[in-house]
């Protein structure tokens, strides 16, 4: 009986010290970042958040264990420039492909 106390203990511990690593109003984009953090062995926790409080409305927070958090920080930043990189990119293409591909050359 002393054992299951000490997980309980230990399990109550560990969600006392998560901490959110990133608020949203995008469900999507929450749990894009849950599968992003999943996949680099991070674990992660999805919490519905009222805002109201600090003038917002609701948000989602991306939550994880405070010894995780600037590893977590490092790969959503890295994730986000990387997105941010191949937006940029495909929107020029996009600007390229459309002046000179219907041009009449007669």
Do not use: C, W
């Amino acid at each position: 009986m002393a054992k299951h106390r000490k997980k309980t203990q230990k399990s109550q511990a560990r969600l006392q010290e998560l901490v959110a690593v990133a608020f949203t109003e995008d469900a999507e984009l929450a749990r894009d970042y849950e599968t992003l953090l999943k996949n680099n062995d991070i674990p992660v926790i999805i919490k519905q958040e009222d805002q109201s409080a600090q003038g917002g409305g609701k948000g989602i927070a991306v939550m994880v264990p405070e010894d995780f958090l600037d590893e977590a920080h490092v790969i959503i930043e890295s994730q986000d420039a990387y997105d941010d990189f191949y937006d940029f990119a495909l929107e020029e293409e996009d600007e390229d492909f459309d002046s000179d591909l219907f041009e009449d050359e007669l």
